[in-house]
């Protein structure tokens, strides 16, 4: 079964930070780019950031730079997203995704974040609130 799953979302305080993960399973992420994003209630889907298969580049949102850092760990078949100063509108479910390229395609190109994953996973929860 191929699958991603996130990990690592919970309640935390405004100020406080939390790492996400995202692992898959019937498939490995080496060759994978791969999009965070979220979504709160009442609100579209928003590309939070990603990073690149082969020369990992990472890009943010503007709303996160600064504060969110992407990075996978091939060996460890995950990729983490770092948040730290969170605040209230940080709020969300938090989804990653993967997709292959074989061509020139990136996860973000002019102002836009990549959103035809192939593989999407389920979502963790982060709720920032005091």
């Known amino acids: 079964q191929v699958e991603l799953v996130e990990s690592g979302g919970g309640l935390v305080q405004p100020g406080g930070s939390l790492k996400l993960s995202c692992t898959s399973s019937?498939?490995?992420?080496?060759?994978?780019?791969i999009g965070w994003f979220r979504q709160a209630p009442g609100k579209e889907r928003e590309g939070v950031s990603c990073?690149?298969?082969?020369?990992?580049?990472?890009y943010y949102a503007d709303s996160v730079k600064g504060r969110f850092t992407i990075s996978r760990d091939d060996a460890k078949n995950t990729v983490y997203l770092l948040m730290n100063n969170l605040k209230p509108e940080d709020t969300a479910l938090y989804y990653c995704?993967?997709?292959?390229?074989?061509?020139?395609?990136?996860?973000?190109?002019?102002?836009?974040?990549?959103?035809?994953?192939?593989?999407w996973g389920q979502g963790t929860q982060v709720t920032v609130s005091s």
């Open positions: 990073i690149g298969s082969s020369d990992e580049s990472t």
């Open positions: 019937g498939f490995t992420l080496d060759y994978f780019a």
């Open positions: 995704a993967a997709d292959f390229f074989t061509d020139t395609t990136t996860c973000y190109s002019g102002n836009d974040f990549y959103t035809a994953y192939d593989y």
